[in-house]
Nanobody, 126 residues
Framework: QLQPVESGGGLVQPGGSLRLSCAAS????????IGWFRQAPGKEREGVSC????????NYPDSVKGRFTISRDNAKNTVYLQMNSLKPEDTAVYYC???????????????????WGQGTQVTVSS
């Protein structure tokens, strides 16, 4: 069973940047849509980006549009989330999720995804 693994979280000052990675050993991500989600204490899990299996479709909510960029390198079997101009309200556990489909779509509904990583903590604080 596919097991996504997130990395790259940490502590960063407001205005700073982080790059998260989502990888999956033993499985090719070529046919998986990948979504990034976050969950802060006491809040619901929310989607922050997604990318179709070939990278032709991406989607972002208004809260991160222009600051976050999702990309994928299928040769390295990795999906990235570049986060710039970070704000304290971006503090959360960030999760990578996957769903197998060859359609050029992506979705930010967490119930649509089949496989989830364990998450990586991102803290934005001075």
């Amino acid at each position: 069973q596919l097991q996504p693994v997130e990395s790259g979280g940490g502590l960063v000052q407001p205005g700073g940047s982080l790059r998260l990675s989502c990888a999956a050993s033993g499985f090719s991500l070529d046919y998986y849509v990948i979504g990034w989600f976050r969950q802060a204490p006491g809040k619901e899990r929310e989607g922050v980006s997604c990318i179709s299996s070939r990278g032709s479709t991406t989607n972002y909510p208004d809260s991160v549009k222009g600051r976050f960029t999702i990309s994928r390198d299928n040769a390295k079997n990795t999906v990235y989330l570049q986060m710039n101009s970070l704000k304290p309200e971006d503090t959360a556990v960030y999760y990578c999720a996957a769903r197998t489909t060859r359609l050029p779509v992506c979705n930010q509904d967490p119930t649509w995804y089949q496989f989830w990583g364990q998450g990586t903590q991102v803290t934005v604080s001075s």
